[in-house]
């Protein structure tokens, strides 16, 4: 079961821009970069809450799982633009979206969601969004295991095949999994003060890792598709020739039915 519930216009929930001072951001340039913390404490209760920032439509923000002789995970994850929060607490997964279906976030502009579990009552927030969800099933301890990975997990292999940045996932629609590219920063749990992410990456020697926030290329700024609409992207742009009956990288190329449809409008005008 869930639904909608008005909020009121709270300053705290809103997305922060990056800090100036103090903790800096963390930027994960690769598919393979990410960090490893220790596990969010949320067995019957508790609440996470991130401030990021990207330009890619697909990525696996946060994982957390892996318990000995249990199958509980969480998994927030970004999915063509949208935001999903993915868990078992040990009688199957649910999946359960963060803001609508028009919410999406890959616009490389600063967004925050939060976490706030009790029990079986969860409540998902984006930006000023917020929605309420039941979490179903017998069980009501979430035993995560050791670590919380930031930006992507060790091993690919380890992911459940629920998650649909994951290895089983990508393969089915032919698409390599990808991790987080973009900048995350002020990652609270339960409440407490912003997690030291820079200290992280020293102690790690994390590769693929920048400080601060990264822009987005700017590739469009070259107008590179001959047709369609151009979005940038960390690979570079991409462009959209959905409604130009074209296609190519840059939408260059005629497509069959394009030029069968030209051909059978060129006869009909002859007759």
Known sequence: MSGNIAV??????RPSPPPVGGRRPVTFITKHSHLRLPSWDAVQS??????????????????NGGATGRRDFIAVEVYDGLVFLVLNMGDGVQRFPFGTTYHKIDDDQPH??????????????????????SIS?????????????????DHRDRLPWHVWTGDAAGDAI?????FFRGCVWDLKLNGGEPVDLESYVETQIVTGTEYDCRTAPTDCETNPCH??????????????????????KRCELRTSAFIFTVEINHLFSAA
């Open 8 to 13: 009121e216009d709270d300053e705290d929930e």
């Open 174 to 178: 032919g698409e390599e999994r990808k």
């Open 46 to 63: 508790g609440t996470l809450e991130v401030n990021f920032k990207t330009a890619e439509p697909h990525g696996l923000m946060l994982f």
């Open 137 to 153: 099933g017998s069980d009501l301890n979430l035993d995560l295991g050791h670590y919380l990975f930031v930006g992507g997990r």
């Open 112 to 133: 925050y969601i939060r976490i706030d579990r009790n029990h079986r009552d969860l409540r998902l927030t984006l930006d000023n969004d917020e929605r309420r969800h």
């Open 227 to 248: 047709n369609g609409t151009c979005t940038n992207r960390w690979d570079g742009f991409v462009c959209d020739c959905s409604k130009t009956g074209l296609t190519g």
